[in-house]
């Protein structure tokens, strides 16, 4: 009996990123499985959101997965007009690599 591995595709078309607002969660499923890479984030203030944590599971990660998580944050704070403070290291450093103007002026320094 062959065993299952797991291969994922990580290019662009194959990641898809949910929006939980119930729960306040960004979400990518992993290969239609149990596995889920999550970013969340709180409401800390009518207009002020932390985003407080990624978390990619341990076989999956080093593959670019959190980067998805962390641009559909940073676009849905853009896009409803939210401060954010950004507790999550993951996070820092997605802005710290990717300098969007839009993303600073939006963010807590």
């Not at 939980?20 to 290969?31: G, S």
């Not at 009518?46 to 341990?58: I, M, R």
């Not at 080093?62 to 290291?89: N, P, Q, S, Y």
Request: with cysteine.
């Amino acid at each position: 009996m062959a065993q299952a591995t797991n291969v994922f595709d990580t290019s662009s078309s194959q990641i898809q990123v949910e929006h939980d607002k119930k729960r306040r969660q960004f979400i990518i499923r992993l290969n239609g499985s149990q596995d889920r890479a999550v970013l969340l984030y709180e409401y800390v203030g009518k207009k002020t959101v932390d985003l407080q944590h990624t978390e990619v599971p341990d076989a999956y990660r080093g593959r670019g997965i959190a980067k998805h998580l962390a641009k559909a944050a940073m676009d849905f704070v853009v896009e409803e007009d939210l401060k954010a403070h950004l507790t999550c290291w993951y996070i820092q450093k997605y802005v710290k690599e990717n300098p969007q103007p839009q993303y600073f002026e939006h963010i807590y320094q």
